[in-house]
T-cell receptor
Framework: AQTVTQSQPEMSVQEAETVTLSCTYD???????LFWYKQPPSRQMILVIR??????QNATENRFSVNFQKAAKSFSLKISDSQLGDTAMYFC????????????FGTGTRLTIIP | DTGVSQDPRHKITKRGQNVTFRCDPI?????LYWYRQTLGQGPEFLTY????????KSRLLSDRFSAERPKGSFSTLEIQRTEQGDSAMYLC?????????????FGPGTRLTVL
């Protein structure tokens, strides 16, 4: 079985500051994918960033970057120059490359950007 | 809009009634997923289709739940004899054929309230 743990239920940060959301996971698979999804209030979930486990280089997407520590099974998300539109629930998720492609989600971190 | 759509967006029903939800995936996507999200939790996998074949069902999907994807296009999720514990957001997602790790695109969800 695979698990994803997000230990920060809520976070808040001033606009334009940098914030880091934490995520740890556990899986017995050697190859897998990790994701951060964003769920804005009353809006649908969208993909923020994806990391393939066999790639050592950390993924980046504009203001979003990850710190992937495979040995520690840690996958944190850094948001730079935070904007009001970043206010949302953020979910860390894991998918195995073998068998089905179901996502296993963490419990989420509610991020609020303060003007 | 060519994203994933779900209907209805909200459903209020009385305990014991049957309900049916519909999901229309992105047209070229052959994989379709159903997840359930309760308050304060991340989405949990329910079931997965590849084309018209239902390939996996979670143990969360009791005998009262049934899902179909006729002709590999839209999908329906039916809950019979609803219980208050079925109250949740039901999310549908779709993805394209891939070896693994492809992005799942989520619909807006159907929020079910069982009175």
């Amino acid at each position: 079985a695979q698990t994803v743990t997000q230990s920060q239920p809520e976070m808040s940060v001033q606009e334009a500051e940098t914030v880091t959301l934490s995520c740890t996971y556990d899986t017995s698979e050697s190859n897998y994918y990790l994701f951060w999804y964003k769920q804005p209030p009353s809006r649908q979930m969208i993909l923020v960033i994806r990391q393939e486990a066999y790639k050592q280089q950390n993924a980046t997407e504009n203001r979003f970057s990850v710190n992937f520590q495979k040995a520690a099974k840690s996958f944190s998300l850094k948001i730079s120059d935070s904007q009001l539109g970043d206010t949302a629930m953020y979910f860390c998720a894991l998918i195995s490359n073998f068998g089905n492609e179901k996502l296993t989600f963490g419990t989420g971190t509610r991020l609020t950007i303060i003007p | 809009d060519t994203g994933v759509s779900q209907d209805p967006r909200h459903k209020i029903t009385k305990r014991g009634q049957n309900v049916t939800f519909r999901c229309d995936p992105i047209s070229e996507h052959n994989r379709l997923y159903w997840y359930r999200q309760t308050l304060g939790q991340g989405p949990e996998f329910l079931t997965y289709f590849q084309n018209e074949a239902q390939l996996e069902k979670s143990r969360l999907l009791s005998d009262r739940f049934s899902a179909e994807r006729p002709k590999g296009s839209f999908s329906t999720l039916e809950i019979q004899r609803t219980e208050q514990g079925d109250s949740a957001m039901y999310l549908c997602a779709s993805s394209a054929r891939s070896i693994g790790g492809n992005e799942q695109f989520f619909g807006p969800g159907t929020r079910l309230t069982v009175l």
